[in-house]
């Protein structure tokens, strides 16, 4: 099974409206961490947010909010007012505390590509 | 943040060829990684690089394809070891700094094997 799951392959968004980027995750950890990157054409990978699963409140960093319902096992991204720069491919991803291998490593979804129309 | 730096920024190699792919940070960080991620695919743990030891690998990495060295806390290799056109990749270095839960990636080193 998929630990992290973006169901959106492609999303379009009006340039200043918000769009809202899904992802669920698939845990028993009961500690784990949730990001989310943003990879433009260029290929580096920006960091955009964080939220621990025993933060009380969802996570926000400028314009990228973090909709984080943990009975629903979701971490959704929400980007407000859309500007053409933010057309890029989003990757949600997970840290546990892992069984096996490297305990930070980070699980990626296959990612959703946005694209912001003027 | 980690400004974080990578050298080649690209290359084009010749299969069964060698490329070592250098990861430079600005300051001493807890912990390094490689990822490698497919045309079209996501990012995939190739290891964790550990300082003065060996790397631990993910399954389905081997250290005498992709051997890794670490020799102090802001810098680290990754040799990509008789490639093939299946190697090609984006590489990137990632790391995390004290208990801080960020983790920042380099710009990555974009690798076409003909």
């Known amino acids: 099974a998929q630990k992290i799951t973006q169901t959106q392959p492609g999303m379009f968004v009006q340039e200043k409206e918000a769009v809202t980027l899904d992802c669920t995750y698939d845990?028993?950890?009961?500690?784990?961490?949730l990001f989310w990157y943003k990879q433009p054409s260029s290929g580096e990978m920006i960091f955009l947010i964080y939220?621990?699963?025993?933060?009380?409140q969802n996570a926000t960093e400028g314009r990228y909010s973090l909709n984080f319902q943990k009975a629903r096992k979701s971490a959704n991204l929400v980007i407000s007012a859309s500007q053409l720069g933010d057309s890029a491919m989003y990757f949600c991803a997970m840290r546990e505390r892992g069984s096996g291998g490297s305990n930070y490593k980070l699980t990626f979804g296959k990612g959703t590509l946005l694209t912001v129309n003027p | 943040s980690a400004v974080i730096s990578q050298k080649p920024s690209r290359d084009i190699c010749q299969r069964g060829t060698s490329l070592t792919i250098q990861c430079q940070v600005d300051?001493?960080?807890?912990?390094m990684f490689w990822y490698r991620q497919q045309p079209g695919q996501s990012l995939t743990l190739i290891a964790t690089a550990n300082q003065g030891s060996e790397a631990t690998y993910e399954s389905g990495f081997v250290i005498d394809k992709f051997p890794i060295s670490r020799p102090n806390l802001t810098f680290s290799t990754l040799t990509v070891s008789n490639m093939s056109p299946e190697d090609s990749s984006i590489y990137l270095c990632s790391v995390l700094r004290g208990s801080s839960y960020e983790q920042y990636f380099g710009p990555g080193t974009r690798l076409t094997v003909t």
């Open positions: 845990t028993s950890d009961p500690s784990y961490g």
């Open positions: 300051s001493q960080v807890t912990m």
């Open positions: 939220q621990g699963s025993y933060d009380q």
